[in-house]
């Protein structure tokens, strides 16, 4: 394919890895010279990071393609991510496709591209399981306000309802110094937040014999990064150092992402999760009395085969009786291949949903609680871009919306505010009280 065809345009689904990945490979378009478009405008390429989670997750990312593949029929479409791994056939037979990459060639597009030809069978490569292991180092940039850094890939827990051991691999991930070399080329783009993410981000440190609290440290040093957030990190790998380490940091906020799943213990068991409810309820209190108006936001999966009325309660009331900040809710996806989808007792789609909506009231009621809180406080905001009818918005430390009238000169900027009420749209109105 010549390299005149400069047009090229990115589309990804699921989580932030997915989007740290698609944007490292973006940058190596730029480097060959191809030009960025929009997803809704014509484009020589398409690059699809698909996500395999549950079964809409996989809906939507073949409604994408087909979207694409009609607006650009001559476009050359490579399709990578977990979907592309699991289930490569299920893209390649996708009229129009051209490429379909494995997790670990995922970085190497362009180098495949030269092989395929366009209106040939789609080229599948590197979708083997035991070539899971390589790691591809990646963050996003493009976005001023924050940036998604991958600080570890794969896992080695096999909770029984999850495919992404068989998407992403084991668990692994690159040196400490490396990533620091990362979080300094990110700050010299003048991006002052950073997520870190991965896949069993607590777990890092596996196979270079470093640690998650090691790289915290490391991180905290980085000049130029003022925050750090921890993407999503599993109970019982939130050690009291950890905890101790972001009560007392300055850069690592108070905001916390943990997944539950379930507050039954026997659901925990048929999950092959690794804490019961005691363990999840210890940790969440030993947040919040080391940190002060801590975020917590929790990941719950509603409807897992085998779950009873009292199972849901157990999830339902210690939920109410922990008052973390939000719910992720998770009505159960069955997935191929996962032990979970030969276990008896499916759950009625009319009583997942029934659960679903009754947690998404505790959830409410528990964020508006938890904004009410903050009220009269003073805080941090990192200001985002966006003129958004007149108003700039941002989130402070502990993960509070903030919206103020737009002024151009705050974007990217941190500023200490006083937060005032609660605006229509359910943001908390402030007024500044010193900028950068
Ligand atoms: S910890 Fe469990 S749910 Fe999370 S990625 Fe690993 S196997 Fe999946």
Redesign the pocket.
């Known amino acids: 394919m010549p390299n005149n065809q400069k047009r090229v345009a990115f589309h990804t689904l699921g989580c932030k890895l997915n989007f740290s990945e698609t944007s490292t490979i973006a940058r190596q378009f730029d480097e060959l010279g191809f030009e960025r478009v929009s997803p809704n405008s014509q484009a020589d390429v398409f690059v699809i990071n698909t996500c395999s989670v549950t079964e809409h997750a996989e809906k939507k990312c073949r409604q994408a393609i087909k979207k694409f593949i009609k607006h650009s029929p001559n476009a050359f479409v490579a399709v990578v991510g977990c979907y592309a791994q699991l289930r490569p056939e299920d893209l390649s037979n996708i009229e129009g496709v051209d490429l379909v990459m494995g997790a670990s060639d995922r970085g190497n597009i362009p180098l495949y591209m030269g092989d395929a030809s366009k209106n040939a069978k789609a080229k599948i490569y590197s979708c083997e399981i035991d070539v899971l292991n390589d790691f591809f180092p990646a963050y996003s940039s493009g976005d001023r306000t924050r940036s998604f850094l991958k600080v570890q890939d794969g896992?080695d827990?096999?909770?029984t309802?999850?495919t992404?051991?068989n998407a992403r691999g084991k668990s692994r991930n690159i040196p400490i110094s490396t990533i620091i070399t990362q979080a300094q080329s990110i700050a010299s783009q003048g991006i002052k937040e950073i997520i870190l993410t991965g896949?069993?981000t607590g777990d890092f440190g596996r196979t270079t014999g470093e640690s998650f609290i090691g790289l915290l440290k490391e991180l905290e040093k980085v000049e130029g990064i003022e925050r750090y957030r921890i993407s999503s990190i599993?109970p019982n790998l939130i050690t009291d150092e950890v905890i101790a380490f972001v009560a007392a940091s300055n850069k690592f906020l108070p905001h916390f992402h943990i997944?539950l799943q379930s507050g039954s213990n026997n659901i925990l068991r048929l999950m092959k999760?690794r804490y019961n409810r005691e363990l999840f309820a210890n940790k969440i209190e030993k947040i919040k009395q080391a940190i002060p108006n801590v975020f917590i936001g929790v990941d719950v999966i509603v409807g897992f085969p085998g779950e009873t009325d009292n199972d849901f309660s157990d999830s339902y009331n210690l939920l109410n009786e922990l008052k973390p900040s939000f719910l992720h809710i998770f009505p159960y996806s069955e997935r191929p291949g996962t032990p979970a989808s030969d276990f008896e007792g499916k759950v009625h789609p009319k009583a997942i949903k029934q659960r679903a909506d009754k947690l998404q009231h505790l959830s409410y009621s528990l964020h508006s609680e938890f904004y009410a809180q903050n009220i009269g406080r003073k805080e941090e905001v990192l200001f985002e871009g966006a003129n958004r009818k007149g108003t700039i918005t941002g989130f402070t430390r502990n993960y509070v919306k903030v919206e103020i009238d737009f002024r151009k000169e705050l974007a990217g900027k941190i500023a200490s505010v006083q937060l005032l009420g609660t605006s229509n749209t359910g943001n908390l109105t402030a007024k500044i009280i010193k900028n950068e």
Do not use: A, F, G, S
């Open positions: 896992c827990y096999h909770c309802y999850c992404i051991p896949v069993n599993e997944p999760r």
